[in-house]
Structure formats: C-alpha cells, structure tokens
C-alpha cells in the first residue's frame, strides 16, 4: 500500500496530497498519471501526476472533489493513511521538444496543478515560457509563487476579475499571443470545455496546440478499450496511445458524450454517499 | 486384464451433474459441478488405454492421458495428480476451460467414428485439480536455491507457470503484475460460474508457497523498463507474459455512443471491480435491458452469459459466420444456448443507432451467406444486398479479437512482428539477450493451456540460458 506524507487543501473542493512511492517519482515524467483505488471495493481513479519529487520519493496528486470517490477521498486522504493500490505512471510523457522555442503553458481548474511540471520542463528545456492561469475567484488561487519561478511571463484570469484579467483563459491566450506573435506552441489542461475552447482560439493562427485528455478509463493499460477517443480520422486508446493529443484533431463532443456514460449511476452513488455521512 | 475395446467400455458418459439452466441463468455459482468419486471412476473406464494414445498429441501439453486414468483406475490419485502435474501445471484450471473438443477429446479413439462421446478427459483432469486443492498437495518439490534472480511480466497463466518452474529450479522469482490482484484472464475475463475465483486463488497460492515474490500495482514498461530490470535491478533474466492487448472495433457508425464497449470492458468491470455488486463496490456497470454483443468466440458468450446473470432481459448474439464456424468452445455455445441467448448466425452489424441522447437504441444488420474459402480456410461470409434490418438494443458489446499491448514496445527495443506482437525463436528467446516471452503477446489471443505451455517452455529455455542443470 501506499502511504500518504502530506495534504494541503486549497478550497472546499480541491486538495493535494503527497505519496511515498520513490520508484515512481523516478520514473514520472511531465503529462503522465496514475490510477488509484482508495480501498479494495473502491473504483479505479485516475489523476494527473501532479509533480513528483526524486529526492523525497513522493508523487503529488491534486483532486478535485467531484463525485463519491474523489469525496471520498477528500474524507480519507490524510497524513498517515495509505492508499489501497496505485498504478503508474502511465501514459506516454508529454513531448518537451527543445525545438519548442516558446510555449504557452495553460492551465484551468484541475489543470493547474499538471500544467505545473510540464511548464517547469519546458523551462529546462531551455524554452521561453508564458503561464496562463485560470481561477474562479482569487482567493482559489494556489501556486503562483511556484509558476512565477518558472515562468517568463505570467497572466492570472478570473471569472470574476478579482485578480489579473477578468475571463476566461481564452482571453489570456489571446493577449500572451498577442505580445508574442513568435509562440511555436500551446500547451492547455483542464476540463474539457475549457481545452476545446483553447484549441479554437489557437486554431486561427494555426499554433500547435497540445491538450490532455481524460476519458473514463477502467484499466489504463491498454486492455479494456474504454479510454477511446476520436483524433483526426482514428479511434485513440489515450490510456495507452495519450493522454496528450494534437487539440486541433480531437473531437472534443465525443469526449463530452462518453464522459456522460455514467451519470445515472453516479448521481445515484454520490446521493447515497451524501446520505450516509449526514447520518454519521 | 483383457484389452478393453469400444464395446466393452460404458457407452454413456458418466454423468456431471450441472445447474438447471433457469436456475444458473440469474446466479454466478459454478454452472457444472464436476465429477463425484464413484462417476470419475465410471468415466475412467471409459478409457482403452490405447498404445499410441491419440489424445496426448492433441494436448499442448502433451499430458499423458491413459497413464493418469490407469493411476485413478487403482485409486492412487495423489500419484494421478503428481504424473499429469509433470506436464501441467493448472489442472483445475484447464480441465475447466481447455477446448478439448479440438484437442484431446477431439482425437480420442473412444469418440474417433463410432457415435460415442469420447472420455471426459478434462473433466478427469478437474477432477483431479480439485481434490488436490480440496487435500492442499502440492507437488513435493526439493527446491535447492541457485543465485539466479528472474522477473516475470504479467501473472496469467504464462507467467505463472514459467514462474512455478524457475521457483522448482531454485531461482529467486519475483511476478510483476500491473493490476492489484494477480491470476490474469483467469481474474478479469472468464467468470466465476466457469472458473471459481477460489481455483485461481488456489494456484496462486500454490505459487507463494513455492517462494514466488508477487508484485501488484507494477506497470514494467512505466514504472521501469526491461533494460533497467537487466541492467539496475539485477535480475539475470525477465519472461514477458503481458496477454493480450486492446480490443478491435470495427469502425462502423455509431461506435463511440453511450453504451458501446468491449467485451473486456464488460468483463474487466464486473470480474475484477465488481460492477455487479454495485453501489457496495464503487465501480458502475451500465448495462441495459437488450444487450447485443458481436462475435461468438469465449469472451463473446462470456459477455452474454454475464449479461444475463445481472439482470438483462435479452441477450442476443451477432455473429457473421454460422454456426459451425463458432469458435467458442462447444460446451460453452451449449450452456449459452440453454440459457437461452439469441444467436443470429450469418448476420453482420453495419450500423450502431443512436437516440438523441446519444444512448444506444438499436443496431442496423446485414443477413450474410457463406461465399468461397478465404485464407482461413472457413468459407467467407458476403452481405446478402438489400437485406437490411433493425433490431433494438441498448448495450453494444464488441468481442471480436484484439490488438497487441503497445507499451512494451514503446518503453523497450524488443523485437515485434509487423502486427505488433513479440517476435520469438522457437525457444522463446526474444531479440533482447536473457528476455524471453510466451502467451497471447507472442501468439496473439489464444487460449490458458497453450499460454501455460509457452510459459513452461520458456522456463525451460531459460534454465538452460542461465546454464542450469536438471
Ligand atoms: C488521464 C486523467 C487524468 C485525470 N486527472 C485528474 C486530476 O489530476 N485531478 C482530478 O481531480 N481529476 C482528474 N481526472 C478526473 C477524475 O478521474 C474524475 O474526476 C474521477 O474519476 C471522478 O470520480 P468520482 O467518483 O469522484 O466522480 P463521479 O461522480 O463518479 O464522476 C464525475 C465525472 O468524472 C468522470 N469520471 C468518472 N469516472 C471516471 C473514470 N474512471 N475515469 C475518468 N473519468 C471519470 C465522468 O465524466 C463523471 O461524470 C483525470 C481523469 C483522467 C482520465
Ligand atoms: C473473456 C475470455 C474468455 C476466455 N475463455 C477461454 C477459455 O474458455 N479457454 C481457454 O483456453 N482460453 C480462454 N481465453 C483465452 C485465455 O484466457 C488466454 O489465452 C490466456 O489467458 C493468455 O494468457 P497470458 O498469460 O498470455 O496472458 P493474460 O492471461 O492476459 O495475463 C497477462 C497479465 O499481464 C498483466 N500485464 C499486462 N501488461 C503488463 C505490464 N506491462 N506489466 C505488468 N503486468 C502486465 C495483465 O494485467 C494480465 O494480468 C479467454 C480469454 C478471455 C478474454
Ligand atoms: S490440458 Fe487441455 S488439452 Fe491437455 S489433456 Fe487437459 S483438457 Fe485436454
Ligand atoms: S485416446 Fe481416448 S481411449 Fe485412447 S488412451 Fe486416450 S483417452 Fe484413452
Ligand atoms: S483505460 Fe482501458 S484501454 Fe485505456
Ligand atoms: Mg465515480
């Protein structure tokens, strides 16, 4: 099992925690993630690694409570409790070419913790990095000093103006390109919607745009099938063939369909789990 | 004794007692309930002990049939047991799901022309695997330890058994497996009602107690590559055994609608997360009250057979060849039959319907008729034209072959086939020096006994890489 060292809580919804896997954070690159199951009848969860730290032997994952399992380990997750099982790291690393002279970084929502070390990877790369961030409020915000670091330039957005521009990310793009006519790539994570609009926004001006998908996966090896997305003409297994994929190929209104799949059942599970911890 | 001839023997098989269709339809309980002492006696009878015993060569394995039913004969079944375990090493198992039709049943003389059923051969062997679980043998193996360290990819039948006879020879062994319980399609595809999981539990407990390490949660590919396990880890050879990989579909519209999925989706969620159980376990199922899948082969009627043990309505079969080109095994397409699934033979889907919802509501077929031979042999199915019809249906299961696993041809430089599978000598060596591999990565999907065979084949090769002695 997999035991966790620390959590930080950043709003009612969102945490990060850190755990002890060292031969993991050796092998971790930027853009891959990891599936865990919190206890032996949970369901398989997979989560963006976050960061991960080589010395300390730690693998940081940052969790949007969503539904009954993430809730729930919103609950469980805590310094000193393990996780039942962790699989990873999976996927293929996401692509820091040094031919990437300068790079957009975006990242909304659950993306801003995953942006995180692919812009850091970037930088080592030797890239000039733009990080543009979205919040809702500014009293969401978390790690901007750790971005400021890394980043040559940096635009905060919130939905409502409460700190850097008041918008969408969308219109943080728009304004790093502006300045930057010379940007050779855009590289965007968070819900679904948000990185299909960046990927009409960078269409126009033709800009590789890389975004990382997250269907519902069941193993994320490359088994199950489940994971399918459309990209360009092809069917991809983004357990196993992404998570990162060229945005501009991606049918993104498949990827809304399928992430329904489950909602009858998920609502059932979530009122369920509400309904028991009220009662506790 | 005077020889036995097919008019001296029992002409009826001995008799194994199954569960009423109706009744097994709505449970998971085990569907047929083996041989009791007094019937497997019976069914030995049975045998010829034939000279040149046909049914050997059609076993991968090459069990020596009439030699373990002449053990069971004097009632010396530990003996039994230990003389088929010199060729087997999943008894339990593969009595249960071998395709003995088309192999060692397939050929023996009692069944060879003369309108008998043949000897219940792997109905023995079950027999014989469960009363050694049920008396905990365990083959008495003197391990004497050497300082070889080997890792074994994967924890299906290949792995386990290349794993079981490297841990015999005295080799440290250590099973990397990428999900959190071991025991492969054993685990995650075939159900409980054909294989209880207390089978595959028994064998890999078998394997613990031969000092095998098991490792879960452990990508290789990912969490370290094949290079660092030979090159960082120290480990002096690695079998690779990782099964089979994603499954096809067949690029018809409507595939990617809400209640589309493979079969070993299917049955990855309810065998290994217990979609069935849910909401007690967290993973959901999904499925619907028509359910429809396509293909016929063992992970096709395991879908349906599934299907209908939680709660569908109807289930119906969709397959584009008839009847005799079936390719599951025979006793399974009987019970399906039983159970009372709708086979469509000669019928091909070309269109998945949608609702507005983007739900599944119904598929769109194509009668077939059988044309020329093609390479396979079997007579190609043609579309009749203009023979178009409907048929509704709210899940869409697809169980019609799969591809290779990429990863470890991504992570590593060992040689693949131009369809993407490990590439091998006869003795299962790979390109890469010390790595060998065997089961459905190197032969694509094919069946438990032929992957235990390879992985018993490939311990072999690797005793003799390492340069030990018998
Ligand atoms: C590659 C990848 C990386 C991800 N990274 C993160 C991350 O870093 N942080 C984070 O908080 N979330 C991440 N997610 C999403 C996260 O997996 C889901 O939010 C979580 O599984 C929801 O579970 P639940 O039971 O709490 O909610 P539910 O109520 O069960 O589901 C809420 C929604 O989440 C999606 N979802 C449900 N089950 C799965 C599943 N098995 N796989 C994928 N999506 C699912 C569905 O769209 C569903 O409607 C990632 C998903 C993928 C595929
Ligand atoms: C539903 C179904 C029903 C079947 N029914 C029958 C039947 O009745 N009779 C019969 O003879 N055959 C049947 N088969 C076929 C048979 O199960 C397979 O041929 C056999 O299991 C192949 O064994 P294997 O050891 O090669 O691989 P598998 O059994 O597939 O095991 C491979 C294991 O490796 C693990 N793995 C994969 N990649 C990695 C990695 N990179 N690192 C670590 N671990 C990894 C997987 O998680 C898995 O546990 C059936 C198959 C299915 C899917
Ligand atoms: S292993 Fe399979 S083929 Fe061989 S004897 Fe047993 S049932 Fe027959
Ligand atoms: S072929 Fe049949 S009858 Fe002959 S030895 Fe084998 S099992 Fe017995
Ligand atoms: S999650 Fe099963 S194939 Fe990707
Ligand atoms: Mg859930």
Same mark, same amino acid.
């Given at each position: 099992s997999f035991p966790i060292l620390t959590r930080t809580d950043f709003s009612k919804s969102t945490f990060l925690i850190e755990i002890e896997h060292p031969v993991m954070a050796k092998a971790a690159k930027p853009g891959q993630f990891v599936i865990v199951m919190l206890h032996d009848l949970g369901e398989r969860i997979p989560l963006t690694i976050a960061d991960f730290d080589r010395e300390k032997g730690t693998i940081t994952l940052v969790v949007q409570a969503v539904g009954k399992s993430t809730r729930e380990m919103q609950l469980l997750c805590r310094p000193g409790r393990e996780i039942y099982a962790m699989l990873g790291p999976l996927g293929i690393p996401s692509d820091i070419s040094s031919k990437t002279k300068k790079v957009i970084c975006v990242g909304g929502g659950l993306g801003i913790a995953p942006i995180y070390p692919q812009a850091r990877a970037f930088k080592e790369a030797g890239a000039h990095v733009i990080g543009v961030l979205g919040f809702r409020s500014s009293n969401l915000m978390f790690w901007e000093e750790k971005f400021r670091a890394i980043c040559d330039d940096f635009i905060i957005c919130t939905d409502d103006g409460s700190a850097g521009i008041h918008g969408l990310v969308t219109q943080g793009i728009e304004a790093a390109i502006r300045e930057n006519p010379d940007v050779d790539e855009v590289v965007a994570i968070g819900p679904p919607v948000m990185m299909r609009a960046c990927t009409e926004t960078t269409r126009p001006y033709g800009?590789?745009?890389?975004?990382?998908?997250?269907?519902i996966m069941v193993d994320g090896t490359g088994m199950c099938g489940g994971c399918r997305v459309k990209v360009g003409d092809a069917i991809k297994f983004a357990c196993v063939d992404g998570p990162d994929f060229d945005g501009h190929q991606v049918d993104f209104d498949d990827l809304f369909t399928r992430l329904q799949r489950y909602r009858p059942e998920e609502a059932a599970a979530m009122k369920r789990y509400s309904d028991s911890c009220r009662r506790l | 004794m005077a020889r036995k001839t097919i008019r001296s023997i029992p002409q009826q098989r001995a008799d194994m007692p199954v569960q009423e269709p109706e009744i097994r339809a709505r449970n998971f309980d085990e569907v047929a309930l083996g041989f009791d002492l007094e019937n497997a006696l019976l069914e030995c009878e049975r045998c010829l002990m034939c000279p040149q015993p046909a049914c050997i060569e059609g076993c991968p394995v090459k069990i020596d049939i009439p030699g373990f039913i002449s053990k069971m004969l004097e009632k010396d079944f530990r003996g039994a047991y230990e003389h088929m375990t010199d060729a087997t090493q999943l008894p339990a198992v593969c009595g249960r799901v071998c395709p003995q039709e088309d192999q060692c049943e397939g050929v023996c003389a009692v069944g060879a022309g003369t309108g008998l059923e043949p000897v219940a051969i792997g109905r023995l062997e079950r027999f014989l695997g469960d009363m050694a679980i049920k008396e905990g043998w365990q083959k008495s193996a003197q391990i004497e330890p050497n300082r070889f360290r080997v890792a074994i990819v994967g924890s299906g039948p290949a792995g386990m058994a290349c794993a079981a006879d490297l841990?015999?020879?005295?080799?440290?062994?250590?099973?990397?497996e990428a999900f959190h319980v071991p025991g492969g399609v054993l685990r995650y595809g075939i159900p409980e009602f054909r294989l209880p999981k207390s089978v595959v539990d028994a064998e890999i407990a078998n394997l613990k107690a031969l000092g095998v390490d098991i490792q879960c949660n452990t990508l290789v590919g990912r969490l370290f590559t094949i290079d660092q396990m030979l090159d960082d880890m120290g480990y002096d050879a690695v079998f690779i055994g990782v099964g089979a990989g994603t499954p096809h579909f067949m690029d018809i519209p409507g595939e990617n609608l809400n209640g589309v999925l493979s079969a070993n989706e299917l049955l990855t969620r309810c065998n290994l997360m217990h979609a069935g159980d849910f909401p007690k376990f967290d993973t959901p199922l999904g499925l619907g009250k028509r359910v429809a899948v396509i293909g016929s082969?063992? /992970?096709?009627?395991?879908?349906?057979?599934?299907?209908?043990?939680?709660?569908?309505?109807?289930?119906?079969?969709?397959?584009?060849?008839?009847?005799?080109?079936?390719?599951?095994?025979?006793?399974?397409?009987?019970?399906?039959?039983?159970?009372?699934?709708?086979?469509?033979?000669? /019928?091909?889907?070309v269109e998945i319907l949608g609702d507005a919802n983007n739900n599944v509501r119904g598929i769109r077929c194509v009668q077939m008729e059988l044309g020329e031979p093609d390479n396979s042999g079997r007579r190609r199915p043609v579309a009749v034209e203009g023979s178009e019809f409907d048929f509704e249906a709210? /899940?869409?299961?697809?169980?019609?072959?799969?591809?290779?696993?990429p990863i470890l041809g991504q992570t590593s430089s060992i040689g693949l086939n131009k369809w993407g599978y490990i590439d091998t000598d006869d003795d299962l060596s790979t390109s890469l020096a010390g790595v060998y591999a065997g089961g459905d990565i190197v032969t694509g999907a094919a069946t438990v006994i032929k992957a235990m065979g390879a992985g018993r084949k490939a311990a072999d090769s690797i005793r003799r890489y390492l340069g030990l002695r018998d």
């Amino acid at each position: 099992s997999f035991p966790i060292l620390t959590r930080t809580d950043f709003s009612k919804s969102t945490f990060l925690i850190e755990i002890e896997h060292p031969v993991m954070a050796k092998a971790a690159k930027p853009g891959q993630f990891v599936i865990v199951m919190l206890h032996d009848l949970g369901e398989r969860i997979p989560l963006t690694i976050a960061d991960f730290d080589r010395e300390k032997g730690t693998i940081t994952l940052v969790v949007q409570a969503v539904g009954k399992s993430t809730r729930e380990m919103q609950l469980l997750c805590r310094p000193g409790r393990e996780i039942y099982a962790m699989l990873g790291p999976l996927g293929i690393p996401s692509d820091i070419s040094s031919k990437t002279k300068k790079v957009i970084c975006v990242g909304g929502g659950l993306g801003i913790a995953p942006i995180y070390p692919q812009a850091r990877a970037f930088k080592e790369a030797g890239a000039h990095v733009i990080g543009v961030l979205g919040f809702r409020s500014s009293n969401l915000m978390f790690w901007e000093e750790k971005f400021r670091a890394i980043c040559d330039d940096f635009i905060i957005c919130t939905d409502d103006g409460s700190a850097g521009i008041h918008g969408l990310v969308t219109q943080g793009i728009e304004a790093a390109i502006r300045e930057n006519p010379d940007v050779d790539e855009v590289v965007a994570i968070g819900p679904p919607v948000m990185m299909r609009a960046c990927t009409e926004t960078t269409r126009p001006y033709g800009i590789k745009t890389m975004v990382s998908l997250n269907p519902i996966m069941v193993d994320g090896t490359g088994m199950c099938g489940g994971c399918r997305v459309k990209v360009g003409d092809a069917i991809k297994f983004a357990c196993v063939d992404g998570p990162d994929f060229d945005g501009h190929q991606v049918d993104f209104d498949d990827l809304f369909t399928r992430l329904q799949r489950y909602r009858p059942e998920e609502a059932a599970a979530m009122k369920r789990y509400s309904d028991s911890c009220r009662r506790l | 004794m005077a020889r036995k001839t097919i008019r001296s023997i029992p002409q009826q098989r001995a008799d194994m007692p199954v569960q009423e269709p109706e009744i097994r339809a709505r449970n998971f309980d085990e569907v047929a309930l083996g041989f009791d002492l007094e019937n497997a006696l019976l069914e030995c009878e049975r045998c010829l002990m034939c000279p040149q015993p046909a049914c050997i060569e059609g076993c991968p394995v090459k069990i020596d049939i009439p030699g373990f039913i002449s053990k069971m004969l004097e009632k010396d079944f530990r003996g039994a047991y230990e003389h088929m375990t010199d060729a087997t090493q999943l008894p339990a198992v593969c009595g249960r799901v071998c395709p003995q039709e088309d192999q060692c049943e397939g050929v023996c003389a009692v069944g060879a022309g003369t309108g008998l059923e043949p000897v219940a051969i792997g109905r023995l062997e079950r027999f014989l695997g469960d009363m050694a679980i049920k008396e905990g043998w365990q083959k008495s193996a003197q391990i004497e330890p050497n300082r070889f360290r080997v890792a074994i990819v994967g924890s299906g039948p290949a792995g386990m058994a290349c794993a079981a006879d490297l841990a015999k020879a005295g080799c440290a062994v250590t099973i990397y497996e990428a999900f959190h319980v071991p025991g492969g399609v054993l685990r995650y595809g075939i159900p409980e009602f054909r294989l209880p999981k207390s089978v595959v539990d028994a064998e890999i407990a078998n394997l613990k107690a031969l000092g095998v390490d098991i490792q879960c949660n452990t990508l290789v590919g990912r969490l370290f590559t094949i290079d660092q396990m030979l090159d960082d880890m120290g480990y002096d050879a690695v079998f690779i055994g990782v099964g089979a990989g994603t499954p096809h579909f067949m690029d018809i519209p409507g595939e990617n609608l809400n209640g589309v999925l493979s079969a070993n989706e299917l049955l990855t969620r309810c065998n290994l997360m217990h979609a069935g159980d849910f909401p007690k376990f967290d993973t959901p199922l999904g499925l619907g009250k028509r359910v429809a899948v396509i293909g016929s082969g063992n /992970t096709a009627m395991d879908a349906m057979r599934v299907s209908l043990r939680l709660g569908a309505e109807q289930v119906h079969c969709i397959y584009r060849r008839s009847e005799i080109e079936c390719p599951a095994r025979k006793e399974e397409l009987h019970h399906a039959q039983e159970e009372g699934i709708e086979f469509h033979w000669l /019928t091909n889907p070309v269109e998945i319907l949608g609702d507005a919802n983007n739900n599944v509501r119904g598929i769109r077929c194509v009668q077939m008729e059988l044309g020329e031979p093609d390479n396979s042999g079997r007579r190609r199915p043609v579309a009749v034209e203009g023979s178009e019809f409907d048929f509704e249906a709210d /899940t869409v299961v697809y169980a019609i072959g799969t591809s290779p696993n990429p990863i470890l041809g991504q992570t590593s430089s060992i040689g693949l086939n131009k369809w993407g599978y490990i590439d091998t000598d006869d003795d299962l060596s790979t390109s890469l020096a010390g790595v060998y591999a065997g089961g459905d990565i190197v032969t694509g999907a094919a069946t438990v006994i032929k992957a235990m065979g390879a992985g018993r084949k490939a311990a072999d090769s690797i005793r003799r890489y390492l340069g030990l002695r018998d």
